[in-house]
């Protein structure tokens, strides 16, 4: 199982979770960040490091959330990794 990246995170990409992450899962987007779900060692550090309160347990996704689920699976295979924190002025 793996954590996801919903709605709350689009447009804003806040990279506070990206910096706990230890497994270096999470990819860069146009609009978001996404969580490789391959990657995702279900650690939980980013779910408190997330200003959007955007990041949930693929289990826990409220249901009009759900469709984020097969978008972090689609995108994070397509998108860059990120390891940095950057600056909102920056995204």
């Known amino acids: 199982m793996a ?3 919903a ?3 689009c ?3 806040y ?3 990206v910096v706990v992450c230890p497994a270096g899962c999470f990819r860069e987007g146009g609009r978001m960040l996404y ?3 391959d990657d995702c060692i279900d650690c939980e550090a980013c779910v408190p490091a997330c200003p959007a309160n955007a990041i949930y347990h693929e289990d826990q996704l409220p249901v ?3 469709p984020y689920r097969d ?3 689609t995108m994070a295979r397509q998108c ?3 390891v940095e924190r950057r600056s909102v002025a920056n995204n």
Request: aromatic share 4%; glycine share 0%; with cysteine.
């Open 3 to 5: 954590h996801v990246v």
């Open 7 to 9: 709605e709350p995170c």
């Open 11 to 13: 447009d804003c990409k």
């Open 15 to 17: 990279t506070e979770c």
């Open 35 to 37: 969580i490789h779900p």
């Open 64 to 66: 009009e959330w759900i």
């Open 71 to 73: 978008l972090n699976a």
């Open 80 to 82: 860059k990794a990120i």
